[in-house]
């Protein structure tokens, strides 16, 4: 390999990073298991907090029995006989209409170095319900309508802050658990006087409810119209689920979202009624998280997916430099080079913690390039040359900054920067005599 000085250099770095591609797959690992660190925290907080919240309801629950006559066969005589027979079944009926208005205040709980937003929210709605007759299912059929009951429920019972308030033709209901021996669809029901179901009576209701939760809030549409509008001092929403809000207004001091969801648009009441109390599938909802908009963890990975590339292209410049300049860069001063490289990853993942992205990556950049600045200094002379090395380290950090804040533009942001870095090899290269570099002798003219 002496006879060839230049491929011996080149298989030496290659060798290199491959050596620093394990620490950057060690650091990737922790990256992932802070994450799992943070939703372990997340869900610590829920379980004395309250989760994510979905509220579903109110809808109305009646069950009914049918008495009907049915013709049975006697054994093989052909002879027939009648008998009575009763059968149970429950009816469900939907809001015609329902408009909710919620307000939502925010809080930031932690746990250790994780952040976690909580939430109380305060829910009014406000619809009606139109009672029409059950249709018996024989044709003798007989209906005698059982107990009704309003029936409502959220994700999770203990963020109830106190019991629903709810009013029923301007009367008060009570809100409780539904019955233990009954498999209701939803698990708080209030009792209705059955005298009120009457063919065409309109139900009314108004319903309050003070609600905490962790992270979500979400609505499931069951009423032919859903309405619902919600305001929040939270700058940084997320709007999932099926249905986004219909008009939205964020700004620095809160957002204000409103939807409007007609049944026509949605599948929400047939997979409610398929449930049959045993839910198999959410149903259809629409929904507000209150996440943080720059996830460091993710912001994070994705820049160590990066790092190999950032260590090629740092590699790559020093090797072109060193062959256009006559610099000497041992070996062990490459590693050196990649080994502070790689921490960056590390610093940035720390710093960010505790700082926002932005600031975190300017102080591991910075710590980076001063501590390669005063290292090429004595490496390769004086302080020209390492201000120069250090000059386009912090082009590689502004670009690899770039890629990391414009998703959606990052394969071109990478592509424009391999192709720039090939042509700038390309023109710094061009009268290298590489025979003579690598110690063959040249061909014959």
């Known amino acids: 390999m002496n006879k060839y000085p230049l491929l011996s250099k080149v298989l030496v770095i290659g060798l290199l990073m491959l050596l620093l591609s394990i620490p950057l797959l060690m650091v990737r690992d922790l990256i992932q298991e802070r994450s799992q660190n943070r939703e372990a925290a997340t869900e610590e907080v829920a379980r004395a907090h309250a989760g994510a919240q979905t509220l579903t309801g109110p809808v109305l629950y009646v069950p009914y029995t049918e008495t009907f006559t049915r013709t049975v066969s006697v054994g093989e005589t052909g002879h027939t006989r009648e008998e009575r027979v009763t059968q149970s079944h429950a009816v469900i009926r939907f809001p015609t209409v329902m408009e909710t208005r919620s307000e939502l205040a925010t809080e930031t709980r932690w746990r250790g170095v994780f952040p976690i937003t909580v939430y109380t929210s305060v829910n009014q709605s406000s619809g009606r319900f139109v009672w029409t007759e059950v249709e018996p299912r024989e044709k003798n059929g007989q209906i005698s309508l059982g107990q009704p009951r309003l029936l409502m429920g959220v994700s999770d019972l203990r963020g109830l802050l106190n019991a629903p308030q709810l009013k029923v033709n301007g009367g008060a209901l009570a809100v409780a658990p539904g019955p233990a021996a009954q498999r209701l669809p939803l698990p708080l029901a209030a009792s209705l006087d059955a005298a009120q179901l009457r063919p065409g009576a309109v139900l009314s209701f108004e319903l309050q ?11 499931v549409p069951l009423a032919d119209e859903n309405r ?21 207004s964020v700004s620095a001091s809160g957002f204000d979202a409103a939807w409007s969801v007609p049944s026509l648009s949605t599948q929400a009441q047939q997979q409610f009624v398929q449930q049959g109390g045993e839910p198999r599938r959410a149903p259809e909802s629409f929904s507000v998280s209150l996440g943080n908009p720059v996830d460091v963890y993710r912001m994070t990975e994705r820049a160590t997916k990066y790092g190999m590339m950032f260590i090629v292209l740092t590699f790559a410049a020093f090797f072109v430099l060193e062959m256009v300049k006559r610099w000497r860069i041992h070996p062990m001063q490459y590693l050196m080079i990649g080994a502070a490289l790689v ?3 590390l610093l940035l993942l720390s710093i960010a913690e505790h700082l926002d992205f932005v600031w975190a990556y300017l102080v591991a950049s910075a710590a980076c390039i001063g501590l390669l600045a005063h290292y090429l200094r004595h490496v390769l002379g004086g302080w020209a040359p390492g201000l120069l090395m250090s000059g386009l380290l912090v082009a590689l950090y ?13 394969l071109m942001m990478g592509s424009l920067l391999m192709f720039g870095v090939l042509a700038a090899i390309m023109v710094a290269t061009r009268k290298v005599d590489w025979y003579s570099v690598m110690g063959a002798s040249a061909p014959p003219q």
């Open 228 to 248: 619902v509008q919600l305001q929040s001092s939270w700058p940084h929403p997320s709007f999932d689920g099926d249905f986004l809000p219909r008009t939205r």
């Open 343 to 345: 921490l960056f990853f």
């Open 398 to 410: 502004g670009v690899l900054y770039g890629i990391l804040i414009s998703e959606d533009n990052a």
């Open 209 to 219: 409810l003070e609600l905490a939760g962790t992270g979500r809030i979400g609505w």
